[in-house]
C-alpha cells in the first residue's frame, strides 16, 4: 500500500522497510536506493514522499537511550514521537523545549524539519535545542554530529528534509516545568491592528502567543481573531493530569467534497469567533488541549474529502506588513476560504540549521482544501507576494511552489546540496532543485 | 489458592498501584526474565515493568539489539538490566543455560518467553534442516526452559510464566501448519504445566495471539486483524493480574478459532488457508 503525507498526496515508493534496530541501518551503504526516511507522515505535501525506491519507516525506532533527570538531558531513538518523549518527561517536570502543532511527529522528522513553535520568539526552533544527533551515511559513515564535531553535517541535517543521511537517535534539552497545565488567557482582537498590538506586548511575559484569524470577515471586521498566549502553569502536582486519552474520535471514511464550502467554512470560523463572548478569557488547561487541539481528532485530515488538503505556510518579514495585509486581501478575493487561519510572529533566534524556515517575521499558516487548478492558481499569487516580500515558504507544508520560488527564498540551497547523501531523494527535493 | 491471591496482590501492586513502593520491593525488586528479548512483543511488555522499577534479565542472541533495550528500559526507571546473550535453540543447552541464568540472578518473579521464528511453509517442506531449527527453536528450546524454571520456581512457590504461543496452534491449516504444530506443541505442554505448577503456586499462562505486527510478519501484507505488539503486551499484563490462564490476543480470536476448531474435518481440509 503506498504512503500518503497528511495532504493525501500519494508516494510512488517501489518498497518500504521497517527500521527495528539502530543496526539494521549499519548496512546502509548496501541497499540500494533512492531511499528517504518516513516517520508518522505528518508532513502536508512531498517532502516525506520518494518517487521509486524504498521508504524507509523509521517510528518502530522508538527507544530511549539515556535520561539525566539533573540536567533534563534525553537521548533517544529518532523514531520516538513527541507524544511518547511527553508522556515520559513531564511526570518528571520536563517538557520539549518547542513543539508543533501535532504531538504525532517523530523526533527524526522535527528535527528534518527544524519544526517551530508558539515559542518562537522565546526559544527559537528545535534545532536550537538539539544538543547532538547520530547520522549513518549511505558511504558507510556512522556519525555523531554537534555543533562540536562535524558541525558542516549538523548544519545541514537540522532542517535538512532528511536528505543528509538516516538520522538514528539524538540528544535534546528539555526545559523544566512545575505543572503540566498551561495558564491561557484567549483574547478577542477586532482587526490586525489589535493583533499587532497584543503581540508587541505579550513577548515578554509570554512563553507561547498565536492567533487565529478569521479570514471570511469582512468590511470593519476584517482580519478579527484570538489571540491566544499562555504560561506553564506554576506549582501544582506533575503527576495529577490525567492525559488526553488519543484521539478521542476518529475520521472513520473521507469526508464528501460538498462538507466545506464558503458557507459551512464561514460558519465555522463565525462560531468559533463568537463562542467566546468576552473580550478576555482566561484558562487553566492541559498541554494537550493547548498545543494539539487537533490531535483530538484523529485522522481530521480526512475532513477535507478524498483530494486532501493544502497548506500555505509563508514568512514574510517584520517590517513587510503591507504585503502581509495584501495575502488577505487576495485570499478573500479569491472566495477560497481557509478554514484554519494561524499567524505568528518569529523571533530572531537563530536557529543552527543551514536551510531551517523560520526568520524574524510575521508567519501566516493557511489550510485549503485541495481544489486542484483553483488551488494552484491562487498559491502561485500568493508566492509572488511572498516572494515580493523577501520572504519564504514552509518546505514541511508545501505541496506546489515552483524551483523558481524555492530557490529565490532559500539561496543556500546550492551549498547545502554538498552534503545531501547521493542515495537520498524526495519528491520535494525533485520538484525544487530543478535548474534552469 | 492461598498463595494464588497473595500472588495476585503482589502483581497489582507492581503493576498498578501508583508510586506505592514498598520498602521490600526497593530491596528486592520484581525480577522480569525474558526469553527472546528482542522479539517486537518482548520489548513493549518490559516496558511498563521498568516504569514500576523491576529488575531485569533480558536472553537473546544479538548484543547491541540487547544494549539498545537495555538502555530503553534503564531510562525508564529499571533497577538492574542483566544481559545474556545466548542462542535459544536446544533443549539441553536452552535448559543449561536457564538453570546457570538462575543460579546468578536468582528465581524470576515474572518470565515471558517470546522466542520463535515463523518460517515459510512450503519452503519448511522441503529443507530438513530449516525445518528442524524450526522445531528446534519454537518448541524444544522452550521446553529446555520451563524445566529449569519449574524446579527454581516450584521451590520458591511463587512467580508467573507466560508462555507466547499462537491462535495457529489451535488447528493445522494447510498454510501453515509446520508453525502451527510447534506452537501446538507448546500450547499443550504449558497446559499440563500449569496444571502441575498451580498447587506450588506458580501460574502458568498460555498467550495465544493472532498476527502481530512485528518483524515476524513484516513480509506479509498489512492487514485490519493484525495486532499491535502494544495491544497484544497489555493483553498478557492484564491476563497476569487476572489469571486467565488461556490468552487469545486480541480477544475477538477466541471466537474466530473456538469456529475454526469446530468445523467438520470434510470441509476444513478442503480450505487451503
Known amino acids: 500500500m503506498p504512503t500518503h503525507s497528511w495532504g493525501r498526496i500519494k508516494g510512488q515508493e517501489k518498497d518500504s522497510k521497517i527500521l527495528h534496530w539502530r543496526k539494521d541501518a549499519f548496512a546502509l551503504s548496501q541497499w540500494t536506493g533512492p531511499v528517504l526516511a518516513y516517520g508518522l507522515g505528518r508532513s502536508y505535501g512531498d517532502s516525506c514522499l520518494i518517487n521509486g525506491g524504498t521508504l524507509i519507516q523509521t517510528s518502530q525506532l522508538n527507544k530511549f537511550r539515556h535520561f539525566d533527570p539533573e540536567t533534563g538531558r534525553l537521548s533517544c531513538e529518532a523514531g520516538l514521537s513527541i507524544e511518547d518523549l511527553l508522556k515520559f518527561s513531564v511526570p518528571r517536570g520536563w517538557f520539549i523545549p518547542v513543539s508543533p502543532g501535532t504531538k504525532y511527529v517523530t523526533m527524526g522528522g522535527a528535527i528534518a524539519n527544524d519544526v517551530h513553535g508558539k515559542n518562537h520568539h522565546r526559544r527559537g526552533t528545535i534545532g536550537c535545542h538539539i544538543i547532538d544527533l547520530e547520522l549513518m551515511r549511505s558511504n558507510g559513515e556512522h556519525l555523531q554530529c554537534s555543533l562540536q564535531q562535524e558541525e558542516a553535517l549538523f548544519r545541514a541535517t537540522i532542517g535538512g528534509l532528511g536528505l543528509t543521511g538516516l538520522i538514528l537517535s539524538c540528544t535534546i534539552q528539555l526545559i523544566p516545568i512545575e505543572s503540566p497545565y498551561i495558564d491561557a488567557e484567549m483574547i478577542k482582537t477586532t482587526g490586525l491592528g489589535e493583533f499587532f498590538e497584543i503581540d508587541r506586548t505579550s513577548d515578554q511575559d509570554y512563553e507561547y502567543t498565536v492567533s487565529w484569524i478569521d479570514c471570511m470577515a469582512k468590511g470593519d471586521q476584517r482580519g478579527r481573531g484570538v489571540f491566544i498566549r499562555g504560561n506553564h502553569a506554576k506549582g501544582g502536582d506533575l503527576r495529577s493530569y490525567s492525559k488526553q486519552k488519543s484521539p478521542l474520535i476518529t475520521m472513520p471514511i473521507d469526508a464528501p467534497e460538498f462538507t466545506l464550502n464558503r458557507f459551512t467554512i464561514k460558519a465555522f470560523n463565525e462560531a468559533y469567533y463568537h463562542k467566546q463572548f468576552s473580550k478576555l478569557k482566561m484558562v487553566r488547561q492541559g498541554f494537550d488541549p493547548f498545543f494539539y487541539p487537533l490531535d483530538a481528532v484523529g485522522n481530521w485530515n480526512r475532513i477535507y474529502g478524498k483530494k486532501g488538503l493544502l497548506q500555505y505556510q509563508c514568512t514574510v518579514p517584520t517590517n513587510k506588513v503591507e504585503d502581509l495585509k495584501q495575502l488577505f486581501d487576495r485570499i478573500e478575493r479569491s472566495g477560497q476560504g481557509s478554514f484554519l487561519a494561524v499567524l505568528k510572529r518569529f523571533g530572531n533566534i537563530a536557529s543552527p540549521g543551514m536551510m531551517s524556515y523560520p526568520s524574524e517575521g510575521y508567519t501566516l499558516a493557511l489550510d485549503f482544501r485541495n481544489q486542484g487548478r483553483k488551488s494552484i492558481e491562487l498559491f502561485h499569487e500568493l508566492d509572488k507576494i511572498v516572494i515580493r516580500a523577501g520572504g519564504k515558504l514552509y518546505p514541511a507544508k508545501d505541496a506546489l511552489m515552483s524551483a523558481l520560488t524555492f530557490q529565490t527564498a532559500y539561496p543556500q540551497w546550492k551549498e547545502f546540496e554538498r552534503y545531501i547523501d547521493p542515495k537520498f531523494q524526495s519528491m520535494f527535493w525533485e520538484r525544487v532543485s530543478t535548474r534552469g | ?273
Not at chain 2, 533443549?91 to 536468582?106: D, F, H, P, R, W
Not at chain 2, 525445518?131 to 524444544?140: H, K
Request: aromatic share 6%; with cysteine; glycine share 6%.
Open chain 2, 1 to 273: 489458592m492461598v498463595d494464588q491471591s497473595k500472588l495476585a496482590q503482589e502483581s497489582n501492586r507492581n503493576l498498578r498501584a501508583k508510586d506505592k513502593e514498598s520498602e521490600k520491593e526497593k530491596k528486592n525488586p520484581h525480577h522480569v526474565m525474558i526469553f527472546g528479548a528482542s522479539s517486537g512483543i518482548a520489548l513493549e511488555f518490559a516496558r511498563p515493568f521498568a516504569d514500576r522499577k523491576a529488575r531485569f534479565t533480558l536472553i537473546a542472541r544479538d548484543e547491541d539489539k540487547l544494549k539498545d533495550i537495555s538502555a530503553d528500559l534503564y531510562t525508564r526507571g529499571a533497577k538492574n538490566v542483566a544481559i545474556v546473550c545466548y542462542s535459544l535453540d536446544a533443549l539441553e543447552g536452552s535448559y543449561a543455560a536457564t538453570k546457570e541464568i538462575i543460579k546468578q540472578t536468582e528465581a524470576p518473579d515474572t518470565v515471558l518467553i517470546a522466542h520463535g521464528i515463523l518460517g515459510d511453509n512450503d519452503a519448511l517442506m522441503k529443507s530438513p534442516q530449516a525445518m528442524d531449527l524450526l522445531f528446534r527453536v519454537n518448541v524444544l528450546s522452550p521446553i529446555g526452559i520451563l524445566m529449569a524454571l519449574e524446579e527454581a520456581m516450584g521451590e520458591r512457590k511463587r512467580g508467573t510464566i507466560a508462555v507466547i504461543s499462537s491462535v495457529a496452534g489451535d488447528r493445522g491449516r494447510a498454510s501453515n501448519f509446520a508453525y502451527g504444530s510447534t506452537k501446538s506443541a507448546i500450547s499443550e505442554f504449558t497446559s499440563g504445566l500449569r496444571a502441575r505448577l498451580l498447587p506450588k503456586g506458580v501460574f502458568v499462562l498460555t498467550v495465544k495471539p493472532g498476527m502481530v505486527a512485528t518483524a515476524m510478519t513484516e513480509h506479509l501484507p498489512r492487514s485490519p486483524l493484525m495486532a499491535s505488539p502494544k495491544k497484544v503486551s497489555r493483553d498478557i499484563i492484564k491476563a497476569i493480574s487476572q489469571k486467565t490462564p488461556v490468552l487469545y490476543t486480541p480477544s475477538f480470536w477466541r471466537l474466530i478459532m473456538f469456529i475454526i476448531r469446530h468445523l467438520p474435518e470434510f470441509i476444513f481440509s478442503r480450505l487451503k488457508f
